[in-house]
């Protein structure tokens, strides 16, 4: 049976640009979960005066086609600025990787919404939102819905792990109902801090286990 992938496929496969971690990024942002079979972290680096994509990395948990994409993705938005990055859609990158099996498109949605979601937390953190909203319960609960629970794939708010969520001066505490020895419990703190911590008027965010 012949594989079903392009020549470019696996090749970012094979040998996939822009892979690892990095140091100091200016903002960071992950979509999926290994539970649900393909995860992307992605790492931006951005010029303060021109908001060039200075640099860009990636962690990916997955399939060849999700390893691709994230490669791809990162290719097309190096050396733009984030205003242009915006403009990067997942067909682009099924078009640059000379198209993907119609069941591994989600592939490509996913490294997509990981760049977009790492330009919005840029854009957050460093006070470029147009018209900023004030950070209320249901936007924290909207972001806390990107948090996937590993054991079921669900994320956490699907899952009824949250408890309550409190929004107060500056400070975000999110109540769970995970107990403190949970086998995730600093995996999913660390990954509600990382969706939170980044909006503009938000300065710390607290995690509350159930015992």
Not at 84 to 103: I, N
Not at 119 to 137: A, C, F, M, R
Request: negative net charge; charged residues 25%; glycine residues 6%.
């Amino acid at each position: 049976m012949p594989i079903p992938y392009s020549n470019k496929v696996i090749d970012h496969f094979l040998k996939p640009h822009n892979a690892g971690s990095m140091k100091d990024p200016d903002a960071v942002a992950t979509e999926g979960s290994p539970a649900c079979g393909d995860m992307v972290k992605l790492y931006l680096k951005v010029n303060p005066e021109t908001k060039v994509i200075d640099d860009i990395k990636f962690e990916s948990y997955g399939c060849a086609s999700n390893i691709a994409t994230a490669s791809i993705i990162t290719d097309i938005a190096k050396g733009k600025t984030i205003e242009e990055a915006k403009k990067v859609t997942w067909k682009s990158a099924d078009k640059e990787l000379g198209g993907l099996p119609p069941v591994k498109v989600h592939c490509a949605v996913l490294a997509v919404d990981s760049l977009h979601a790492a330009i919005d937390n840029y854009e957050q953190s460093h006070g470029l939102v147009k018209d900023p909203k004030p950070t209320t319960k249901e936007i924290v609960i909207s972001r806390l819905k990107h948090v996937i629970n590993p054991l079921t794939g669900f994320n956490i708010v699907k899952a009824n792990m949250i408890d309550d969520v409190k929004v107060e001066n500056g400070t975000v505490t999110v109540y769970t109902k995970l107990a403190s020895d949970h086998q995730f419990a600093a995996n999913i703190k660390e990954e509600i801090i990382e969706r939170i911590e980044p909006l503009w008027d938000v300065k710390k965010v607290e995690v509350k286990f159930d015992g």
